[in-house]
Nanobody
Framework: QVQLVESGGGLVEAGGSLRLSCAAS????????MAWYRQGPEKQRELVAG???????NYADSVKGRFTISRDNAKNTVSLQMNSLKPEDTAVYYC???????????????WGQGTQVTVSS
């Protein structure tokens, strides 16, 4: 009953920027942790950045200083601003959200469909 829709992926040259957005909709009572993961070619899915309901953030070492995660609680969205992109950032990026549903106040965790980010050299 809760859905995530990702947007903002695409093709960009090295050194360029992209902004990913993930919008949650449906029977949402509250959103807790929101995060972005990525999975590159022939690699396991890894955490890129996360943000708590209180606004605290954490980042993978490989993206610190280049990526910024933020959330808009009024819109139930989480964004990832990606600057100074490198070819090694090429991956499918997945939004991940943990929250509580209005349906029987049940816990949920859900993944977005994934959006492709390709950085050319």
């Amino acid at each position: 009953q809760v859905q995530l829709v990702e947007s903002g992926g695409g093709l960009v040259e090295a050194g360029g920027s992209l902004r990913l957005s993930c919008a949650a909709s449906g029977s949402i009572f509250s959103l807790n942790t929101m995060a972005w993961y990525r999975q590159g070619p022939e690699k396991q899915r890894e955490l890129v950045a996360g943000i708590s309901s209180a606004g605290s953030t954490n980042y993978a070492d490989s993206v610190k200083g280049r990526f910024t995660i933020s959330r808009d609680n009024a819109k139930n969205t989480v964004s990832l601003q990606m600057n100074s992109l490198k070819p090694e950032d090429t991956a499918v990026y997945y939004c991940y959200v943990v929250g509580t549903s209005t349906s029987y106040s049940s816990f949920f965790s859900i993944w977005g469909q994934g959006t492709q980010v390709t950085v050319s050299s």
